[in-house]
């Protein structure tokens, strides 16, 4: 009666199935997390993130943390991290990809979050990116870059659009402020999802023109199309 009084009080329960955590288990229990779909845990050109980007000539590798379960398990853990407002979840997701990519980032000079347009930003309060970024920060100590990379234009959501559409929709959405800052840098774009890589490769449009600059890019998880 008393421990489930104090459970109220302090909620610890899976993100994922709901049961509670045990000492050392934060936000997802450890069978949820061994039962999520691992993506390709590597940086390559030619994989399945790799494939999208490697027609650009600065383009050096892509990775994703989580694959798409049919379980639903990775839906659940972007829900929470868009919808529902939870900042630390996002940072500890953050830090999840930065404990298992720490060795692969090591040459990465600047983080990239993709950045949200400052309307929807406003409208959501935080942007999902950086706060992955924040995380990947604490584990790696690389700098996050959020002032340089930004979104000049305001743009419909891409879920319910096909493959085509979203490239309308996002094309021209991006700027760079200060190419200078990335000239001859190794850059690292951050988002929480991909599913046909339109926004990375608008992103990836306006950086490759900044001379000397590696781009590698990194996802929390990978959605089906
Ligand atoms: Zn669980």
Redesign the pocket.
Known sequence: MFSDLIKIGFPK???????S?VKNETY??????FYIPKGELTMSSDGEIGNLFNHFDCFVGGSHLFDFDKEG?TQQILHELKYNSNINFGEYLGKLMGSEFKDLLKDIEYLIPVPLHPKKEHQRGFNQSLLLCKGLNSVLKTPISTKNLIRTRYTETQTKKNKSQRIENIKNAFEIKKPEEFIGKSVLLIDDVITTGSTLSECMAVLYEIEGIKISVLLLAKANY
């Open positions: 329960n899976c993100i994922s199935c709901n049961n955590l997802l229990c450890g069978n949820c997390f398990k």
